[in-house]
């Protein structure tokens, strides 16, 4: 991994963006995606105590993938139409996939949820990873493609490979990755992953 150039991007960074995201600017662009709502929403709805009622955990999995800047317009009616025409039986089993992932055994809740959404060709990166985003912000990431391989190929990180097809064991390296390198550069990048993967790729 190449530490100066992400060293030589901050720099630049901090000298166009003085104060980095607590820059005026890059506020007025935090505010578009709406991160601390849609966080509050999601470790309010998904509290490990709400899953009691599945119908009413999907419910809430369409309304944060519906109103997510970061899910594209394509893959949100889609979502929204597999959940709604889910079974009884297929809500309880989406809900503890969900469960599993947020609250238990994360690599089953991630493989099953994966597994469920494949039925339907929707196992996509960006619908597997919104939710844990927004649930545990400075911890889990977001993986959208194009963002993704641009850090992997700038920083020059050599040991994962990305691939279309969402596997647990990328998604962990990934995070560890993104986890570690955060913590080299300003506090104010610091704020959620997805704040500094949006610096890494406004870098690049």
């Known amino acids: 991994m190449n530490i100066a150039k992400l060293k030589e991007a901050e720099q630049k960074f901090m000298e166009k963006y003085p104060g980095g995201f607590n820059n005026p600017e890059m506020m007025e662009i935090g505010k578009k995606h709406k991160m601390e709502q849609r966080v509050e929403f999601c470790q309010t709805n998904f509290a490990l105590d709400r ?7 999907v419910d809430s999995m369409v309304k944060i993938v519906s109103n ?11 979502f929204r139409d597999f959940a709604n ?13 969900l469960k599993e992932l947020l609250h238990g055994d994360e690599k089953a809740g991630f493989n099953l949820m994966s597994d469920i ?46 691939s ?7 998604y962990t390296k990934y995070r560890d990755y993104i986890n570690e390198i955060k913590m080299l550069v300003d506090d ?7 704040a500094f993967s949006g610096f890494l790729m406004m870098s690049i």
Request: charge should be positive; proline fraction near 8%.
């Open 68 to 78: 997510s800047s970061m899910v594209s317009l394509f893959e949100k009616p889609k």
């Open 188 to 194: 104010s990048f610091r704020s959620s992953n997805a």
């Open 117 to 162: 959404l494949k039925r339907e060709k929707l196992a996509k990166w960006t619908l597997l990873t919104i939710i844990p985003t927004y649930f545990k912000p400075t911890y889990d990431v977001f993986i959208k493609p194009t963002t993704v391989k641009g850090i992997i190929s700038f920083l020059e990180i050599e040991d994962i490979k990305y």
């Open 51 to 57: 899953f009691d009622n599945p119908a009413v955990i």
């Open 164 to 170: 279309s097809s969402p596997s647990y064991e990328f």
């Open 85 to 97: 025409n889910c079974s009884p039986g297929e809500k309880v089993e989406l809900a503890l996939a």
